[in-house]
């Protein structure tokens, strides 16, 4: 989905949010557009299982994913 760019400063974490994360650390870009899940009406291991699956698939199609 796509997402208005702009930086936000976590003072909780230090951190400022808004750069492109592809999991191997921030990208001096804009992030723009985010990928979403949602899972609900599942057991815990169930939605473990899912999320694994969604890694290895965004993995395999060499797309990035952050944790």
């Known amino acids: 989905m796509s ?4 930086l936000h400063y976590d003072q909780k974490s230090d951190k400022i ?12 870009a804009l992030a723009d557009h985010a990928m979403v899940f949602m899972a609900r009406g ?5 939605i473990v299982r899912n999320i694994k699956e969604i890694i290895l ?3 395999e199609i060499g ?5």
Do not use: H, Q, T, W
């Open 3 to 6: 997402i208005e760019p702009g």
């Open 17 to 28: 949010d808004g750069f492109v994360n592809c999991g191997d650390g921030m990208r001096k």
């Open 42 to 46: 599942m057991s815990a291991p169930d």
């Open 57 to 59: 698939s965004l993995k």
């Open 63 to 67: 797309l990035c994913y952050s944790i």
